[in-house]
């Protein structure tokens, strides 16, 4: 992603944080990096429960994978890590759960509350090498701002995965 649109992004992720709560404010974030970004063809969000990480809100086509046991997947890796994973070729890495044949690169940004790890965003693209410093740099804004809102409203937000789009 370019550096023009990192700010524009940028400056609407701490707009649309004031004052919501980490169910809507997951909600908006998801729908504007789908609407927004052209190469996020898959934009989700998971949150960690009992060793699981579990679907929430998500923009893109239905997923198989709404619960992903940690250290399976590229997710499961993420969130094991608590690092953010970026993988240019998804069919390079053995790791990698399809959700989708077009799928040709992957981020994920885990959701850290002082290390530990609540959740994480998942962005999918259909072009290949999709992700850059700039992308991992925004969403980790857009994690940081959800972790915030998460410990203000406590666990238990979702128990279904919710197709916004
Ligand atoms: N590709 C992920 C699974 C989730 S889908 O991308 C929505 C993985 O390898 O963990």
Redo the contacts with the bound molecule.
């Keep these: 992603m370019d550096l023009d649109r990192v700010e524009a992004l940028s400056a609407d992720l701490e707009r649309i944080a004031e004052g919501r709560d980490a169910a809507s404010l997951m909600r908006h974030l998801v729908g504007l990096f789908k609407a927004r970004v052209p190469h996020y063809h898959?934009v989700?969000i998971y949150l960690l429960r009992d060793g699981e990480l579990h679907l929430g809100p998500y923009a893109g086509k239905p997923?198989e994978?709404t619960r992903?046991p940690l250290g399976?997947?590229?997710?499961?890796a993420a969130a094991r890590s608590g690092q953010a994973v970026i993988v240019p070729d998804?069919s390079a890495d053995e790791?990698?759960?399809?959700?989708s044949v077009e799928?040709r690169s992957?981020i994920?940004i885990p959701i850290l509350d002082d290390g530990a790890v609540l959740g994480e965003i998942?962005i999918?693209s259909d072009l290949p090498d999709a992700f850059n410093e700039h992308d991992q740099a925004l969403l980790e804004r857009a994690a940081s701002l959800i972790a915030g809102a998460l410990a203000a409203s406590g666990p238990g937000l979702f128990s279904a995965p919710e197709a916004l789009v």
Aim: aromatic share 10%.
């Design positions: 898959w989700g997923t994978h992903i399976q997947g590229i997710c499961g998804v790791r990698y759960l399809a959700c799928t992957e994920v998942d999918d």
